[in-house]
């Protein structure tokens, strides 16, 4: 789940042996973010309220099966929950607390409960600390899952007969210091995404999707793959957008056609526009399907349509349907791609390079092909 919401950044290690890992808790994704940043080595075990994650058989099976939970009482009995853990600990496994007892709210922390502390002087292993930042965001309480990247830091140990404030204090330290360090990004990324992220965004995929079904030689598609990517959460209304401006544009370029206009088409060939007239007096407005796989352009169907005069009714159905299929796969996969290497963005120069390049290749081949 993390992979596909942003990724989970660790610094550190746990050390060698058993410890007692304590950390701050403001999300239940925190659980997620610490199996996926402590090594499987020392088997992590992780304690969970038995009020909450055991009360029911469903929750029961998750907390124990899909996230290593343990039960610890929260009203009578806990301390026996967490001093049964001591043989495992032992033995060079790691078990895992959320010292305040229930999630807090973000950016706060609040007073750390002595069992932890007790479970690591009992079986003489370290206290090891560790912040997690992000998870507030990614799964706010009571909120809903958004995309964003989790960072994981583990700290040096400390010795098992730690008070509850230092194993606090030292948690607190580590959450400043990687609340303070800013995320590595890139500064073309962060221009980009402020003007897709703004207003004038769904202003761009419009029009741009509408000057490339009149005369425009990029396809939207392009903008999406630089758009989706910077910012991924607006793939579904970027596609949506400019599929909207591919079909206004269209229906212009067919009328315009009918009545005898003809706009440049730059980066098309004689061939295309004799291969498309022979599909439409085929097979009509449903010739358009063929236009996502063959690698004409967009617009000598719907010049071409307007020279056969198809009806624009007919021809805003059947492109519909075949041009929406791709402008949104393509949208929604550069968006899925974007979550995917949320992490990696500042080498979102990098990409853009080798996006144009691709895409320059891409379309001479294309061209060539169809001279």
């Avoid at 124990?64 to 301390?79: I, K």
């Avoid at 957008?241 to 269209?250: D, H, I, Q, R």
């Avoid at 299929?325 to 949208?331: A, D, P």
Wanted: hydrophobic share 50%.
């Amino acid at each position: 789940m993390l992979t596909l919401t942003g990724g989970v950044e660790r610094r550190g290690r746990l050390p060698r042996g058993g410890c007692v890992v304590v950390a701050n808790h403001s999300s239940h994704a925190d659980t997620a973010a610490l199996l996926a940043a402590l090594d499987a080595r020392h088997a992590p075990a992780i304690g969970a309220a038995a009020d909450y994650w055991f009360a029911s058989p469903w929750r029961r099976r998750i907390c124990s099966r899909l996230a290593a939970g343990f039960p610890v009482r929260r009203t009578g009995g806990g301390m026996d929950d967490l001093l049964s853990r001591a043989d495992d600990l032992r033995a060079g496994g790691a078990v895992v607390l959320f010292p305040e007892g229930t999630r807090a709210r973000a950016g706060e922390l609040g007073a750390f409960h002595k069992g932890a502390l007790v479970l690591a002087r009992q079986a003489g292993v370290p206290v090891v600390p560790v912040s997690i930042d992000g998870t507030a965001r990614l799964l706010p309480k009571h909120g809903k899952l958004r995309p964003t990247l989790v960072r994981v830091r583990i700290g040096a140990p400390l010795p098992p007969d730690t008070a509850p404030e230092a194993a606090r204090d030292a948690v607190a330290e580590l959450h400043r210091r990687t609340a303070r360090e800013p995320l590595r990004d890139s500064v073309t990324r962060k221009r980009i995404a402020a003007v897709v992220g703004s207003r004038w965004g769904l202003a761009a995929a419009f029009a741009w999707a509408f000057a490339e079904a009149l005369s425009w030689p990029l396809m939207p598609e392009l903008f999406l793959a630089i758009a989706c990517v910077a910012v991924p959460r607006r793939a579904l209304k970027l596609s949506v957008t400019a599929l909207a401006g591919s079909l206004a544009g269209s229906l212009l370029a067919l009328q315009l056609a009918s009545s005898g206009v003809q706009l440049p088409h730059p980066l098309t060939t004689d061939r295309m526009r004799a291969e498309v007239r022979a599909e439409l007096a085929v097979e009509g407005a449903a010739a358009v399907r063929h236009q996502p796989w063959n690698g004409i352009p967009f617009k000598v169907y719907a010049r071409e349509a307007g020279r056969a005069d198809i009806a624009p009714q007919d021809w805003l159905t059947q492109s519909a349907l075949s041009r929406g299929s791709r402008t949104l796969t393509v949208g929604l996969a550069f968006g899925a791609f974007g979550f995917l290497v949320h992490r990696l963005r500042r080498f979102y120069v990098l990409y853009l390079a080798l996006l144009g390049g691709g895409f320059t290749i891409g379309l001479s081949l294309i061209v060539t092909g169809w001279s």
